[in-house]
């Protein structure tokens, strides 16, 4: 399966040009007070330490561990991007959905998107703006387009930009 880096740093919002330079967190705990089960939430793509613009800070893209403990309880768990990208990576992802790890599905969809759907990293930012402006009408639910659509999106992005 095809690798479509750069993808965006959930964290600081620049590019991860690579499968090296990127990681996947998220927190383990109840994601309510009175919900007993635990849960995982807040599922991220950033950079890893040794590529991250704010390498020289103390959490560099990471979640802060010892604030979200502090705050809240929650324990960080992470994994390289290489374990979710190519066909073992979304098994692994699907995985999580079907043991319902994460409270909200949704995240694991986005970065499924994210990581195994060509233009969709790209296009994802534009979408809102890009049906707002008439570039397409969506036959679909809400960021589940087709390579057409999303290929629309990145054109109408380009000329955005070119007449900036």
């Given at each position: 399966m095809e690798v479509n880096p750069p993808w965006t740093c959930?964290?600081?919002g620049k590019p991860i040009l690579s499968v090296d330079d990127g990681w996947v967190e998220w927190l383990n705990g109840r994601s309510e007070p009175d919900n007993?089960?635990?849960s995982a939430h807040h599922l991220r793509l950033v950079h890893h330490r040794h590529a991250s613009p704010n390498a020289?800070?103390?959490n560099a893209c990471y979640h802060d561990e010892n604030q979200w403990f502090a705050t809240k309880r929650?324990?960080?768990a992470d994994l390289?991007?290489?374990s979710f990208v190519g066909s073992d990576g979304l098994i692994t992802l699907l995985s999580f959905l079907?043991?319902?790890r994460f409270s909200e599905e949704s995240e694991v969809l986005e970065?499924?998107?994210r990581l195994h759907v060509p233009n969709y990293e790209a296009a994802r930012h534009y979408f809102e703006a890009a049906i707002a402006?008439?570039?397409?009408?969506?036959?679909?639910?809400?960021s589940y387009y087709d390579q057409e659509e999303m290929r629309a999106v990145l054109n109408w992005a380009q000329e955005q930009q070119e007449q900036a």
């Open positions: 959930d964290e600081c007993i089960q635990r020289d800070r103390k929650y324990t960080v390289p991007l290489s079907y043991d319902k970065l499924i998107k402006n008439g570039v397409f009408e969506p036959r679909s639910a809400p």
